[in-house]
């Protein structure tokens, strides 16, 4: 697939800050899937372990390996992207945030709770997309997301998965964590093929069922920014917290640790 998307898929993204993109990285499948099971037999150091006592299946999260497991820096510096994602943002550069790698086992009750990715993170801006890539064909475990939810005046609350506490001090800034089958909120999900991707806004509310298959359920998914990003002061310490970092408010992401995969200018 080259990396010329339609008019029609970036209106949908700026529109409801979610897309489907079938087949966008069918070739890099083989690739990632080899370095996910390198991530896991070799985890970092911000891998977690998602359940407790009493949920059954094994759900394996890490993130920030992209720089030293090459199957995941071959899909960050040479595939397309860093086109496609500049497209989506309506911006004239992407810079790589960072990669997660999210494994559910056979039989995971755990879901992945609703949330915002943005509230954990230390960059702010509307030129933002998160790319979600399942490694197998998923069905009831796949992305499920709120559209439209980027645009909300609030930005709802972060809490830890494992403890469901609070994940800065000033609750208060934050709405409350939404049920949107409860509430009745517009969510979209697909049946999806490994290379299909879902490209949405770091500001989507989303979340994900457990896995009650009797396959792996891998997902992959890359985070970029656009020309608008600049480094924001949290509570706290952020995730990923990217210690040492020496950035301050109003900053763009260094370059040396964030790096432009696309430019137009170029």
């Known amino acids: 697939m080259n990396g010329k998307i339609s008019q029609d898929l970036i209106d949908i993204y700026q529109r409801d800050?979610?897309?489907?993109?079938?087949?966008l990285f069918a070739d890099h499948v083989s690739d990632l899937r080899r370095g996910i099971e390198t991530n896991m037999k070799e985890p970092g150091r911000f891998a977690?372990?998602?359940l407790v006592e009493g949920e059954t299946g094994r759900f394996f999260?890490?993130?920030?390996?992209?720089?030293r497991i090459p199957e995941f820096e071959q899909l960050v510096?040479?595939?397309?992207?860093?086109?496609?994602?500049?497209?989506l943002m309506t911006s004239r550069s992407a810079q790589v945030f960072h990669d997660h790698v999210l494994v559910k086992e056979p039989g995971t009750s755990k879901p992945t709770p609703w949330h915002q990715d943005r509230p954990y993170y230390f960059v702010e801006g509307k030129?933002?997309?998160?790319?979600?890539?399942?490694l197998d064909p998923v069905s009831d475990a796949t992305l499920r997301c709120v559209?439209?939810?980027?645009?909300?005046?609030?930005s709802v609350l972060p809490v830890r998965w494992l403890t469901n506490s609070n994940f800065y001090p000033n609750e208060d800034e934050y709405m409350p964590v939404p049920d949107p089958d409860i509430e009745n909120m517009p969510i979209v999900e697909w049946a999806m093929e490994p290379g299909d991707a879902v490209a949405f806004n770091f500001g989507i509310l989303h979340g994900a069922r457990g896995n009650n298959?009797?396959?792996r359920r891998r997902?992959?998914?890359?985070?970029?920014?656009?020309?608008?990003?600049?480094?924001?002061?949290?509570?706290?310490?952020?995730?990923?917290?990217?210690?040492?970092?020496?950035?301050?408010?109003?900053d763009r992401l260094r370059e040396d640790w964030f790096p432009t995969v696309y430019s137009s200018q170029i």
């Open 17 to 23: 800050g979610v897309v489907l993109i079938k087949g």
């Open 48 to 50: 977690s372990e998602n």
């Open 61 to 67: 999260d890490d993130y920030c390996n992209w720089d």
């Open 77 to 87: 510096r040479n595939s397309i992207v860093g086109e496609v994602a500049a497209q």
């Open 127 to 134: 030129q933002t997309v998160s790319f979600w890539l399942p």
């Open 147 to 154: 559209t439209g939810s980027h645009k909300w005046e609030k």
């Open 213 to 215: 298959s009797k396959a």
């Open 219 to 250: 997902a992959f998914s890359l985070r970029l920014v656009g020309d608008d990003a600049r480094y924001i002061e949290r509570a706290g310490p952020t995730s990923p917290p990217y210690p040492g970092h020496g950035m301050k408010a109003g």
